[in-house]
């Protein structure tokens, strides 16, 4: 079974920086595809950064040049997911969440209807 944790949220300046972390465990790694997605209260949860088995990424234009995703592996059973945030500003306020699972369509690393297992979140606060 997949799970996953992030870590890492918490308040910072408009122009500061963050980084999120994502404790991956009971995927095959080989063919797992994962994300990072976000929701502001009042609004659809969105997708920001993926990455795909093969390494490839991609990013919500939104956040494009600012934020980084990669990935570790401390051994078989277990894998690290980043969000490394920067220039960070009030719009990036939202609940953070990462997920994962396994499909091939690449054109929907960023949708939230392809991911089944999803970690519980970490709030994100970027006062102006």
């Known amino acids: 079974q997949v799970q996953l944790a992030e870590s890492g949220g918490g308040s910072v300046q408009a122009g500061g920086s963050l980084n999120l972390s994502c404790a991956v465990s009971g995927a095959a790694y080989s063919t797992v595809s994962m994300a990072w997605f976000r929701q502001a209260p009042g609004k659809e949860r969105e997708g920001v950064a993926a990455i795909d088995s093969s390494g490839s990424t991609t990013y919500a234009d939104s956040v494009q040049g600012r934020f980084t995703i990669s990935q570790s592996s401390q051994d078989n059973a277990k894998k690290t997911l980043y969000l490394r945030m920067s220039s960070l500003e009030p719009e990036d306020t939202a609940m953070y969440y990462c997920?994962?699972?396994?499909?091939?369509?690449?054109?929907?690393?960023?949708?939230?209807?392809?991911?089944?297992?999803w970690g519980q979140g970490t709030q994100v606060t970027v006062s102006s």
């Open positions: 997920a994962a699972d396994y499909f091939t369509e690449w054109w929907l690393l960023l949708s939230p209807y392809k991911y089944k297992h």
